[in-house]
Structures are given as C-alpha cells and as structure tokens.
C-alpha cells in the first residue's frame, strides 16, 4: 500500500539517497514550503518529487525518482498526480516538468499527458550538457 506525504526533515537521509543535486540549505526550503514529497510503499520510502514555481506562478517538477528496484510498477506516476492533484486544488492551471534529451523519461511524461514545449541548449565552458527539453501538461 502506498501513501504519500510532504518531505520532513526526517526523510533528508532516503532524500539525499536519491537526490544528489539540492543544497542542503534548499532541501530545508523545500521542506519549510511544502515542495517536496516522498513516496512510501508499506511505510518504506521508495521515491521523491521536488518543484519550484517557474515564473513565481507555474508549477515546475524539478526532481521525480523512484528507487531502482521500484521502478516502471506505477509509483511515478503515482507521485506525479498527486503532485499534479495537488496543484489544480491551488487553482494552478498548467504544470511544467524538464529533462535532459539523452534521457528516458521524456517517454513516461508523454505517456502521462506531457507535450514538448521547448528546450534549453547551455553550452557554456564547464556548464555544458545535453539540451534541456522543457514539457507541459494543462491541469
């Protein structure tokens, strides 16, 4: 059985298992202003989801992982419409989500609703990476 709740500072070590990119000071934001969650199976946590709000006014997941072992058995999905639930209560319209284009879960995020909005192509000296391909859902 799954449940899931609001990051809590007491989830910070499964956090930073998965989530090798937030300042520490940043996790302590999100959870603060409730803009993290983790997912638990049988009260074992197994994924997290972060966002920030794009524009200071949409909704941007910045982060969605599921444990390995835990993957592709619905718990994504799960975490995004709850995440995607909670955001329409807020009266939020759309949501955005990005990932780099050398990865796979631009596939899951179609499946789920998400289209291709745009892209992001940083190629700065020490900063370069694939493209950042930016996609939306309308709520």
Request: proline share 4%.
């Amino acid at each position: 059985m799954i449940h899931i709740d609001f990051a809590k500072e007491t989830d910070k070590d499964f956090w930073y298992s998965l989530d090798k990119h937030l300042p520490e000071s940043e996790f302590l934001k999100k959870v603060r202003d409730r803009q993290g969650y983790v997912l638990f199976e049988n009260n074992t946590p197994v994924g997290i989801l972060r966002y920030n709000m794009f524009w200071d006014n949409i909704p941007f997941c910045t982060m969605l992982y599921i444990e390995n072992t835990y993957q592709k058995k619905g718990y994504g999905r799960a975490l995004m419409q709850h995440w995607e639930n909670d955001m329409r209560k807020c009266g939020y319209g759309m949501v955005l989500v990005s990932t780099r284009v050398d990865e796979e879960a631009q596939h899951f995020y179609r499946i789920i609703g998400y289209v291709d909005c745009g892209c992001l192509i940083i190629d700065i000296p020490g900063y370069e990476q694939p493209a950042e391909l930016f996609m939306a859902k309308q709520l």
